[in-house]
């Protein structure tokens, strides 16, 4: 339960609220406290200089008489003496904390206006205040006024009660609000991460999608994608394996049924000749297709070692184009090159030469007896255009998307003849792209196939 992120969020928030609610709530509460107090204080002491101003323009028994009998009415106490401190009228009997008041004021330092000479209500019975009595300039007397600091407490008291409310009232709005909170905040995650169970457990079909902005938003749209990945990773690798096994299969079958064939004693030698033929050719057919698959398990592992270095175009394109020369002869078919002798680039011969034979010999077996396959090479700012056109039967418009695709065949019922693996653009396009070049096709059916490589320059033309 204590292991809940919501849990976790809750009491995090709860108490950074708590903290905070706690220090505002004390604040408030001093401050209107002191409040109370100070105007209290200044009631007082105003009621007080009231005394004072009439005993000034009438310091008679009379008027003192009537001043002690107004206040005896009253929750104050008022205590009138002479300038020597002698006591005149008090309004009610004196508690021994007034006379400790009255005991400690110095009657010969003489202050020109009021002042509060008692203000500890917390541990004092009585607040008092002292009012001189000032006739003509001269000292007369001085009014003191009492009241007892029970009424600051009733009035403080009534405020903590008025706070503890407040507090109680806001503390549960807090818990809830932060329950509220605390589970929206949550609840995707734990969306999340019940979808990422399922991923694990193999279900790839996962929809997170929502309307959120925020990184929670993203987040999950991220999972949704990462699930869509993982489910067409899923498939491509399942007919990748169901096509590879068919890859295998296939020369197996051959090399297995033809070597059966050899152990039979009434196998003629020219029947022996051509099924060795056949086996080798077989053979030479897996050899190719393993050493492509291995080639592609390092490109997946960034392992494919490219070491660039200066390189002659024409000369790369003319030793390529040497050695397809007899393949392309025996089928009477005409390649020719043109390529400016000056134009070099910063590559990896022996991987770009991999790339133009994996292009030719798509091109001879996809053209026609008698027709041209012209490779040209021309400059484009900092990149070199290398083109392959054939005069072949050209690649359906449909199918020009998936040409660069792992054992994807435009055949699908292909011949001994034309048959390929379905590797080799796709290990001409990683190697092409390692260069940080690029490879495309166009095509039109029964009018031929080009196929464009660019590549940087490299160097000083980078």
Known sequence: MFNKLSLKIGMLFFIFILIIQAFLFATLYVTLVNERVD?????LLARGETHSEVLADSFE????????????????????????????????????????????????????????????????RYIATDSPITIDGQHAGHVFMFSPTDNIE??????????????????VLTIITILLLSRFITLPLIRMKEATEQLSQGNNQVDLSNERNDELGELANAITKLSTDLDRLKKARNEFLSSISHELRTPLTYIKGYADILERGDTTEREREEYLSIIREETAHLTSLIGNLFDLAKLDRNQFAIEQKKVSIAELLNSV??????????????????????????????????????????????SFSGSDVRITCTEEENKIAIRIRDEGQGIPEDELPFVFDRLYRVEKSRSRER???????????????????QINIDSQVGEGTTVTVRLKRGGDHS
């Open 61 to 124: 028994e009379v008027t003192l008489k009537h001043v002690g009998m107004m206040e005896a009415a009253t929750n104050f106490i008022v205590v009138i003496t002479d300038a020597s401190g002698e006591i005149l009228v008090n309004s009610d009997a004196l508690e021994p904390e007034m006379l400790a008041v009255l005991q400690h004021t110095d009657f010969k330092k003489v202050s020109t206006k009021g002042e509060i000479v008692e203000e500890d209500w917390k541990t004092k």
């Open 419 to 437: 048959g390929g693996s379905g590797l080799g653009l796709a290990i001409a396009k990683e190697i092409v792209e390692s260069h940080g070049g």
């Open 39 to 43: 105007r209290v204080l200044d009631s």
């Open 321 to 366: 184009a040497l050695l397809v020369k007899p393949a392309f002869e025996e089928k009477q078919i005409t390649l020719s090159v043109q390529c400016s002798e000056d134009l070099q680039a910063y590559v990896d011969s022996e991987r770009i030469q991999q790339v133009l034979l994996n292009i030719l010999d798509n091109a001879r077996k996809h």
């Open 154 to 171: 009733r009035v403080v008291g009534h405020l903590k009660n008025q706070f503890l409310l407040v507090a109680l009232i806001a503390l």
